[in-house]
């Protein structure tokens, strides 16, 4: 282990010659990436591309066959990371509790955890519903809620833990354009008040490139490029410039 200290607000992500083999077949065949502390990151790549099986290595749910996750320098297994960095993930579902309100919901990692005494829960519930534009409706039902608003709802959950590391699974899936430019504007906000890391899996062109600082393009388990959003759109490489058309992003909210 290095033995640094851990920023406390945003963190470096090293991805190392990762490989992933399910049924006798590489998933993700020795991935490199190394994203900067407050960055916004997005990982772009069609379905079935391996984009969202890194985003579950790079936040521990899976374990690589070769290859490590290094977080400010450290192991994402070791007990130090586990100690010191706080990350959150926003689901594609958004896998919010029907039965518990929006306030229960967004408080819910302190609760179950009794990391905080109620009243202090409820202030950073209010808080953190308010950062996302939905004050006041801590005691609404997730099924009273509008797409875009479930989405707001799982961010303010995440935040309420004070992340330094936010993942985001296709946040802008099964949206409205109005509502996926919404939840687009939440992850820059976040960015600018808590500069907090996003890693943001994504075949949604039009998110990736309003709000990446650097952009990776997947295809077939491995990373055919990076670069700033600019560098990416200029490129001569032909396989890139037919990812970039209608068709490979598909936008997965017309889904």
């Known amino acids: 282990m290095s033995g640094q200290a851990f920023s406390s607000v945003g963190v470096r992500v090293q991805v190392r010659g990762l490989r992933k083999v399910f049924d006798g ?15 916004i990151f997005v990982i772009m790549g069609p ?7 890194l985003l579950k290595h790079i936040i521990g749910l899976e374990s690589p066959d070769e290859g490590e996750i290094l977080i400010d320098g450290e192991a994402i297994q070791s007990e130090s990371v586990r100690e010191k960095c706080r990350m959150a993930m926003v689901f594609q579902s958004g896998a919010l509790l029907s039965s518990q309100t ?3 919901n967004v408080g819910l990692y302190l609760s179950e955890h009794r990391l905080k005494p109620r009243r202090e829960i409820d202030r950073i519930v ?16 997730p099924a009273e809620l509008s797409g875009g608003m479930k989405k707001r709802v799982a961010i303010a959950r995440a ?4 992340p330094q590391l936010i993942l985001y699974d296709e946040p802008t899936s099964e949206l409205d354009p109005l509502m996926a ?3 687009a504007e939440e992850i820059l906000k976040l960015k600018q008040r808590m500069q907090v890391t996003s890693i943001v899996v994504s075949h949604d062109r039009d998110l990736a490139f309003g709000i990446a600082d650097r952009i990776a393009i997947i295809h077939q388990g491995r990373i055919i490029a990076k670069g700033t959003p600019a560098a990416i759109r200029a490129s001569s490489d032909t396989m890139i410039q037919r990812f970039l058309t209608a068709e ?8």
């Open 25 to 39: 077949q590489d998933v993700l065949k020795g991935i490199d990436l190394a994203v900067e502390a407050g960055e």
């Open 47 to 53: 379905s079935g591309s391996g984009k969202t099986i």
């Open 102 to 104: 929006v306030g229960e």
């Open 126 to 141: 209010a808080e953190k519903l308010e950062l996302v534009g939905l004050k006041g409706l801590e005691s609404r039902y």
């Open 159 to 162: 935040l309420a833990m004070e």
């Open 181 to 183: 430019v919404t939840v």
């Open 248 to 255: 490979f992003t598909n936008n997965s909210r017309n889904k």
